[in-house]
C-alpha cells in the first residue's frame, strides 16, 4: 500500500478479527492474476475480491453477482450475463473461489450430495460449473466452517477435479489449477510433490493441532507453519468502512472462533 | 402472418405424457411459473425435465410428474436448496441426468443448431462421467488428439418460457438484464410456448427498449399466452423481484398443504389465494 500510515492511526485501529484474516486471505488468492475475472462465491470471498481490486490488483474484473461486470463501487463496465460467464469459463480468464460441501486432500470437490449418488442421503445443489470451472480457470475453494464434514478422506461425488484425478487427464488437465483453501482456520495449498493439500499458513490464535483435529485426511504439515500476513492499516479501513461497514462478514465467520 | 396468441390451457393441452420439456428461467429466475401450475392442473405426467432448475422442477417433482430430469442444479437461489426437489430426490422420486453448467449449455446449442452433439472440455475427471455412463467422448481429429466429452443435443418436444413483452406473433422480449437461456430453448424443441407480462403491438417493442432485447424470434415460438405475474413467485426483471415472503411460505409447506391452498383452481384462483394470504400477513 502507498498510503502513509501514521503511528495515530494504526493505534487507533481495533486488531484484525478472524473474519478479516479470511478476507485478506481470499484477496491474496487473486494477487498478481491481472485482467481477468474474479469469481467468488460467498460473502468474504466477495470482499476478498472487492479488497483485491481496489488495492493490489486493480484491473481485475468483478460482476454484480448478476449479469454486470462492475467496478468496485458497483458502477457497471460490462455485460456478463449467465450465458457470456460460462463462455467465459471456457475462455479460461477467470478465477473461481467457490464452495464446498466435501473436499479431499486432493482437492477433488463435492457440491452434489451426500452418500450414494444413485440414492442420496441428502440431496445437495448439484455439479453447478464445478467439472467445467476446474478444468478450465484457475480454482480457489473457500470453507467457513473447518470441519471433518466438509474435510474428508474420500468426496462422495467429485465435482470439482481434483489433482490425482488431472494427473491422469493429459492435455485436457493442461488449463486446471487448484491454487488454494480459505478455511475460517488457515490457508492450504498444494504444494507438495503428490499434490495433496498442504497447510500454508495458520490464521493467527490457530494451532497445528486444532487444524488437524478438524481435517478428516493426513493434512502435509511443514516444520515451520506462516502465519496468515496481516492486513496492513489501509486494508482494514477498507473492509470496515468501505466493503462492510455493517460487519456482515462477522456472521460468517463469528468473532468468538473456534481457536 | 398469424396470430399465435393462445391461453395457459391451450398451451398444457397440447402437451403430452412421455414428452421431453424445457423450462427456460435459471434457477428461481423468471420462470414460466404460470404455465406450469396449468400444467399440474393436466394429468400429464411422465415426463423428462431438461431445465436450471428452480420451484419448476420442485413443484412438478413433488408432483409426481418427473420421469427424469436434466439439470446442473435444482435451487430457489435466495434459498440454497428446493426442498420439494430435495425430497423427491431423497426417495427416489425420479431418474437423474446431472451435468454441469456449461455441458448442459452445449447440450442446447447442439440441439439449437441441428448436432448430435458437441465437445466441450467439462466433465472430463469429474463423477459426471461415472453417474452418467451413457456419456461419451470424442478425440479431437487435430493434432492436439485432446479427449473431450461429447455432450448429446438436449432435443425437446416443447419448451415453455417466460419474458416481460411478446407480440401475437410470437416475438418475444427480454428486458431484464439477463436473458437466460430462452431463446436457445425454444430453437431447441419442436414447439415452442411462452407466456409474457403483457402482448403489445409490434411497434411498440421497440419504442422505448433497444432492438436486442428482442430475444425470441417468432420463427421459433409456437404460442403465446398473456401471463400478468406470470413468473411469480420467481423474479421477472425489471417487471418485478422475486416474492421472497411467498418463496420461503413454499419452502416451508407441505406440498399437499401447498397445493390445496394454492394451486387447487385455475391462475385467478392462485392469484386470489396468494392475495389472501398476503392480507393475512398484513393484517
Known amino acids: 500500500m502507498s498510503t502513509p500510515e501514521t503511528a495515530v492511526t494504526r493505534a487507533a485501529l481495533p486488531p484484525p478479527t478472524r473474519a478479516e484474516y479470511c478476507v485478506i486471505a481470499c484477496a491474496d488468492a487473486w494477487r498478481g492474476a491481472g485482467e481477468i475475472l474474479a469469481s467468488p462465491m460467498g460473502l468474504i470471498p466477495s470482499l476478498g475480491a472487492r479488497l483485491a481490486r481496489l488495492t493490489f490488483a486493480p484491473d481485475l474484473l468483478l460482476t454484480d453477482g448478476e449479469a454486470l461486470l462492475v467496478g468496485p463501487d458497483g458502477a457497471p463496465e460490462g455485460w456478463l450475463p449467465y450465458r457470456r460467464h460460462l463462455d467465459l469459463v471456457a475462455g479460461g480468464r477467470r478465477h473461481v473461489m467457490m464452495g464446498a460441501s466435501q473436499l479431499d486432500r486432493y482437492g477433488n470437490q463435492n457440491i452434489s450430495c451426500i452418500g450414494d449418488w444413485a440414492r442420496p442421503r441428502r440431496q445437495l445443489l448439484g455439479m453447478r460449473g464445478a467439472p467445467l470451472n476446474t478444468l478450465n480457470n484457475p480454482t480457489s475453494y473457500w470453507i467457513p466452517r473447518h470441519s471433518r464434514r466438509v474435510f474428508v478422506e474420500r468426496v462422495d461425488v467429485v465435482c470439482g477435479v481434483g489433482y490425482d484425478r488431472a494427473a491422469g487427464l493429459g492435455g485436457a488437465a493442461r488449463f486446471h489449477h487448484l491454487a488454494r483453501v480459505v478455511s475460517d482456520l488457515g490457508v492450504f495449498d498444494f504444494a507438495t510433490p503428490d499434490r495433496t493439500m498442504r497447510l500454508a499458513s495458520l490464521h493467527p490464535g490457530v494451532s497445528v493441532e486444532r487444524v488437524r483435529e478438524a481435517t478428516g485426511f493426513a493434512l502435509a504439515v511443514p516444520d515451520e507453519v506462516p502465519r496468515t500476513r496481516e492486513p496492513e492499516a489501509a486494508e482494514l479501513r477498507l473492509i470496515r468502512e468501505v466493503l462492510d461497514p455493517q460487519g456482515a462478514r462477522t456472521r460468517e465467520v463469528p468473532e468468538k472462533a473456534r481457536g | ?283
Request: proline letters at 6%; hydrophobic letters at 40%; charged letters at 25%.
Open chain 2, 1 to 283: 402472418m398469424g396470430d399465435k396468441t393462445m391461453t395457459a390451457d391451450e398451451v398444457v393441452s397440447r402437451l403430452e405424457s412421455g414428452m421431453t420439456l424445457g423450462i427456460g428461467g435459471w434457477g428461481s429466475r423468471r420462470k414460466p411459473m404460470a404455465l406450469v401450475r396449468a400444467l399440474l392442473r393436466t394429468g400429464v405426467t411422465d415426463l423428462t425435465v431438461v431445465s436450471y432448475g428452480g420451484p419448476d422442477v420442485g413443484m412438478l417433482a413433488a408432483a409426481g410428474r418427473i420421469r427424469r430430469l436434466v439439470t446442473a442444479f435444482v435451487t430457489l437461489d435466495s434459498i440454497p436448496l428446493e426442498p420439494h426437489y430435495r425430497a423427491a430426490r431423497e426417495r427416489a422420486g425420479f431418474e437423474l441426468t446431472e451435468v454441469d453448467e456449461g455441458m448442459f449449455l452445449a447440450g442446447l446449442r447442439a440441439a439449437a443448431h441441428r448436432l448430435p452433439f458437441l465437445p466441450v472440455r467439462a466433465g472430463i475427471g469429474s463423477d459426471v462421467l461415472r453417474i452418467n455412463p451413457e456419456l461419451r467422448t470424442v478425440t479431437s481429429p487435430y493434432e492436439d488428439g485432446e479427449t473431450l466429452v461429447a455432450m448429446p443435443a438436449l432435443r425437446m418436444d416443447a419448451a415453455l418460457v417466460h419474458v416481460g413483452r411478446a407480440d401475437r406473433l410470437g416475438n418475444g422480449q427480454c428486458l431484464g438484464p439477463d436473458p437466460y437461456m430462452d431463446d436457445l430453448f425454444c430453437e431447441a424443441a419442436d414447439a415452442a410456448y411462452v407466456s409474457c407480462e403483457r402482448i403489445v403491438d409490434t411497434a411498440e417493442l421497440t419504442k422505448e427498449a433497444p432492438p436486442q432485447s428482442l430475444l425470441l424470434t417468432r420463427l421459433a415460438v409456437t404460442g403465446v399466452v398473456e401471463a400478468p405475474h406470470g413468473a411469480h413467485f420467481t423474479s421477472c426483471a425489471p417487471d418485478y423481484g422475486r416474492d421472497e415472503e411467498f418463496q420461503r411460505l413454499y419452502a416451508a409447506t407441505p406440498w399437499p398443504e401447498f397445493t390445496e391452498r394454492f394451486l387447487g383452481g385455475d391462475e385467478a384462483a392462485y392469484r386470489s389465494a396468494v392475495r389472501e394470504w398476503r392480507k393475512e400477513q398484513t393484517g
